[in-house]
């Protein structure tokens, strides 16, 4: 199992799509994590932001090289100190934006590291929002553009609070030291960027290209619906393919053949969603299992793959209906 990062509490889960049959299917596992769970009703005010003091960056200066961080000298700020290191020139990062990054994680005062993407060798993707990931982040990053390494440090105020983190070797009152390389944001306004792909199936549903962020049509055609799973590239990315037991981000967008009526649609919560393929229909994660990231997909699930005749309660769904899905992928995460 890919180590999960030490920053991200148990994100919510998908309903809609969970797998019929298991109550806690959009929930994430976080058996290998330490992560505490931030609480909403004990949010600290926000902090001040600071130019320093932070430690120098002796190794591994560009963006995208692994960092190494000399350990402080002498007290850190009680405030949260954050610096640009590069300036990027792309998409600035809002609140609630999921970031892509890769990261280092340091103590202030032993300048031991606790945790880094960059030997992962992949990035962590998470939200930027309260209750996902400690506020240290969500408050230092807010704000800078893509393509930016942005330095910070992060008193337990806005880090783990007094209980630290235990499994990170982090105690109650440390102070963090981060080094970020923003490489991506992903807001309720992205849209997959892939190169079009001919919808030449008649019998198929059509799917429109657009890529502003707003919701794509779906054309269902006057005819009887496929017996077998369809998934058809709309849109063609150039990224990674998704793997069966990879968690994705996406924006989505949920039709029933019969009557064409849309019974989902991340774009109308103006929301992006996560999942892992392993906590979905079947049909979706075949679907979109071997696909690459930045596509829009065309997924007709039959029956069998979908909800059967245990559709969810208020989706309104009918039993045994077949279901017609525009899935942007944005990201594996």
Do not use: H
């Amino acid at each position: 199992m890919r180590r999960r990062s030490l920053l991200i509490a148990v994100p919510a889960g998908l309903v809609t799509l969970a797998a019929c049959g298991d109550e806690d299917s959009g929930s994430s596992n976080t058996g290998d994590s330490a992560t505490p769970e931030a609480s909403g009703t004990s949010a600290a005010p926000a902090p001040k932001i600071v130019d320093g003091p932070l430690p120098a960056i002796t190794a591994g200066t560009k963006f995208g090289e692994k960092p190494t961080v000399a350990k402080g000298s002498g007290e850190p700020s009680k405030d949260l100190a954050v610096k640009t290191v590069v300036a990027g020139g792309g998409k600035a990062v809002a609140e609630n934006d999921f970031v892509s990054a890769d990261y280092l994680g340091q103590v202030w005062q032993s300048a031991k590291v606790f945790d880094n993407s960059y030997d992962r060798k992949t990035p962590l993707i998470i939200q930027l929002s309260q209750g996902s990931i400690i506020d240290g982040w969500r408050y230092a990053l807010t704000g800078k553009k893509t393509g930016s390494r942005v330095q910070f440090s992060v008193p337990p105020t806005w880090g783990y609070g007094e209980q630290g983190n235990e499994q990170a070797g982090i105690k109650g009152d440390d102070t963090l030291v981060f080094v970020v390389d923003v490489q991506d944001t992903f807001n309720a306004k992205s849209s997959a960027k892939g190169k079009k792909v001919p919808q030449d199936d008649a019998a198929l549903p059509e799917v429109g290209t657009n890529t502003d962020g707003k919701a794509p049509s779906i054309e269902v055609p006057k005819a009887d619906a496929p017996k077998k799973l369809v998934a058809e590239y709309v849109l063609e990315g150039d990224g990674a393919e998704v793997g069966a037991q990879d968690t994705v981000l996406v924006q989505y967008k949920g039709v029933v053949w019969d009557g064409g009526k849309e019974f989902d649609s991340t774009y109308g919560r103006k929301q992006l969603t996560s999942f892992s393929l392993q906590q979905v229909v079947k049909g979706w994660a075949q679907g979109l299992t071997g696909k690459k990231v930045g596509s829009r997909v065309l997924i007709v699930i039959p029956p069998d793959l979908g909800y059967g005749d245990n559709p969810p309660q208020g989706s309104g769904i009918e039993k045994d209906s077949t279901l017609v899905f525009s899935v942007d992928i944005l990201a594996k995460m």
